[in-house]
């Protein structure tokens, strides 16, 4: 953070604070340049940083003033249907997403990456430290395709917090939720195959349904409840689907936590039409509300769920342990387990065991929960304070992701290359979907939430108002002067 | 190691030192209860042993004498061609051998297992422990879906071993070699595309090819040169052929080095008929000859041959790093790798590139090749003292498996059941063909070499030999009399 959004960040948080009042006159430039020891520039950059982000107001030769609280953005509403299966087209964004090489200068504001600084995960690394530091020749040995036991028992065991009654044995160890997920669609369907799933919907499983040959079917999506039942009954109705693929908690990227009858109506159509289920819980754990939801697969009676999680989100990505629960297809999970790789690194299994078995999971689950909550209602405001007064957000229920809808006229692809050269990365709404919809949306991540997160968010809403403009939207100024009244229209 | 099979060792190397010369009289039961202070039946157990291995004879009456010393087994020959391209139809003998759980009581003689106990791998252990105590984010954190560039660089250097001149920027790390051959496989070929292999082959390759859908077509191999190019030639000329897999250096399981000519024959080919070479070089390392072979990718001069390797051999197979350099098909690739695991796991990552920059590699091959060379030896010659003199053995030029290839009668999958009693697991040889050839074959393992891994041996060997004189064969006893007969015969 540079000595502008410092300044910037303090004048914030006074206005936030209550000790400047709506309407009232901020500190002239002459006396902040005085009271900081800072240049006139920093103070003016300061200032015109409040300003872009709708917090204050400039008046000539009056001075800057405290503008009225801005409402957070409403959520956004369900999407329209599709009418038939297709092949995944979208690949160039998420390789351009997920394989650039992190640059430490860049902000990647789009990443599904939590927060990995807390202290309550310091007893991980010291595990991770002590199991190479025994020389144990288990580490550096082959495990058992399975993977280890220990680690699936406390599995099993903290399976029980979402009320999925699972053995050790219905587990298989994967290289995170990805070898989860790649292994549950390979066990359903072949090439060819219709994969139903939620829209927008995480672009890693689109891809693995695009590399396996298989179709997908977008389902609209309610972003507070989820899948649309009617769509998908309609759906299931009209074409030969193989199994429905939802994240019913912590939804990515929509952040919604199904209710619990929605899920049992959704294992019923299931049943009905004898389709399996594949449900990806990877953010599961981070439901803000405790105890979380049952999963789907906690309803499961006849197998049909395969149910995929990791430790990626709630801990540490970097450890690529996940697992599937695969029910009645738990030997096509083995076999696909096996070619896929091998089996899964032992030395992070065993770390990982010993951590949750001592008991620091849930204290550092407690803690994320706490600080992801308090994130989102802080980026919610930052997303109020800096974008265009036309933008939806969601309101996540758990994770770190929050979606954002904007006017129709945006287009979120060149949103980002415009970006790259201000130092911000998003995720551009198609990523999320097999064909490109969704163009006027973007992901962002709250996992951290400080000023340098709040500048690059106030970069992009200005992008986005930028971009409107030229567009032929009303400018940013009106918009912004317009609020009010463009909430009242909706 | 028991009482019993301790004295056993214990003559051997007398009778192996020539202490006790062929023809010998060896000291009497009473002598040796006195001198070892045992009991008579460990004695005569310790005799049995020695017995059964074929190393000495009983004479009623007279005592025990030291039997003329046994020539090694001669190589196999070249196996029949197949007719066609046919879908894999063995996973039971995989999944049984690869999905238990290891017991600590049964002795795996057919795993593909390294020695991991050697001293030269500490310093690996220091920098995974090291990573972990730094509490560096970067451990905990989402790698790039290419793989850490430090790692890529030092794969880059030791490639330039095999005369590979790769660019970091050409490898993508994976986890494990099981997940580059899955890579390169889905990256040649879709459902139904044939993919021509040496056979016997890796079972793992085969199963990737099952489970994509793809058809083999198995060719011929001699076990001390590779696959037959003129039986491939013919079988590209007939079908519609889209990759060639094969593993030239360190074989598995047959354990020949391809020369180099038969390697640039076999490229030359496949660019004749402008098919895919997928190079499995993941034992190459450990070729006992130094410098080792050049790889076929270090022939590649259009992007043809896509190399795949790993640590998981040289070095210890529980991190799950390998590496794939896909060529022309770097872009499919690095989708398959996406879709498949999304990111390579980061800590282990980090503690190679270090353990290989700061130069404990290269002393680690030595040692491991030398260790690797002289338990081949001391694998061939238990093989001659404890198996039917109708036992063929390759001689492995690097890696530490050796191929036996029994009498016609021998079921080897039928043996792996009675060796379970006897908690002794061999890999039976239709494991590594797509329909079950090489019935009379197993594979051994002889990454370590002591009395219990010769007593293992003695168990399989024994059982090979009841079996066969279950069959119908010349009993055990008139076996090793007429070694040298049936030798000659052949």
């Given at each position: ?107 990647y ?25 025994r ?77 396996y ?22 759906a ?22 199904m ?5 049992r ?27 979380r ?76 929960r ?32 929050l ?8 287009d ?79």
């Amino acid at each position: 953070m540079n000595r502008y959004e410092r300044l910037a960040c303090e004048l914030r948080s006074r206005i936030e604070e209550g000790y400047y009042q709506a309407g009232e006159r901020l500190p002239s430039v002459r006396d902040l340049v005085e009271a900081h020891r800072v240049s006139i520039s920093t103070v003016q950059h300061a200032y015109q940083l409040l300003e872009s982000g709708g917090l204050i107001e400039a008046r000539p030769r009056s001075g800057h003033f405290v503008r009225p609280r801005r409402e957070r953005p409403p959520p956004p509403s369900i999407g329209r249907a599709m009418q038939r299966p297709v092949e995944v087209s979208q690949w160039d964004q998420v390789r351009e997403g997920t394989c650039l090489l992190p640059n430490s200068k860049t902000f990647y504001l789009g990443r599904g990456m939590p927060d990995i600084d807390a202290p309550t995960l310091r007893p991980l690394l010291r595990a991770l430290s002590r199991h190479a530091r025994r020389q144990s020749l288990v580490t550096l040995n082959y495990d058992s395709l399975q993977g280890q036991r220990s680690l699936r028992e406390q599995i099993a065991r903290l399976a029980l917090g979402a009320e999925s009654h699972l053995h050790p044995d219905d587990l298989v160890i994967t290289t995170g939720c990805h070898e989860a997920i790649s292994i549950a669609m390979r066990a359903v369907g072949e090439p060819g195959a219709i994969i139903a799933v939620d829209s927008p919907s995480f672009y890693g499983s689109l891809q693995a349904i695009r590399s396996y040959g298989m179709k997908v079917m977008e389902i609209p999506t309610d972003p507070s409840r989820g899948i649309s039942l009617d769509a998908l009954e309609l759906a299931l109705e009209q074409w030969p689907i193989r199994a429905i693929q939802v994240t019913p908690s912590c939804n990515n990227p929509l952040g919604y936590g199904m209710p619990l009858e929605h899920r049992r109506a959704l294992y019923a159509l299931a049943q009905r039409f004898d389709v399996m289920i594949i449900e990806d819980d990877v953010y599961g754990d981070l439901e803000y509300a405790f105890p979380r939801q049952p999963t789907i697969k906690s309803l499961d009676t006849d197998g049909r769920v395969l149910l995929c999680g990791s430790f990626s989100k709630a801990l540490a990505p970097g450890l690529r342990i996940g697992w599937i629960a695969p029910g009645r297809h738990f030997e096509r999970a083995m076999h696909m387990k096996y070619v896929g790789t091998g089996s899964t690194a032992t030395h992070a299994q065993l770390a990982l065991a010993d951590f949750i078995e001592e008991g620091h999971y849930d204290p550092h689950l407690r803690r994320m929960r706490a600080q992801y909550l308090r994130n989102r209602d802080a980026m919610l405001d930052a997303v109020a304070a800096h974008f265009p007064a036309s933008t939806y957000a969601t309101r996540p229920q758990g994770g770190f992701l929050l979606w954002l809808e904007c006017a129709p006229e945006l287009d979120s692809i060149a949103l980002n290359q415009r970006l790259t050269e201000q130092k911000v990365r998003i995720a551009p709404g198609p990523m999320f979907s097999a064909v490109g919809k969704h163009r006027n949306c973007l992901r962002i991540n709250y996992a951290t939430f400080d000023p340098q997160v709040e500048a690059a968010v106030a970069r992009v809403g200005a992008e986005v108002a930028r971009m409107l403009e030229e567009a032929g939207q009303a400018p940013l100024a009106q918009l912004a002067e317009d609020a009010g009244a463009a909430e009242a229209a909706r």
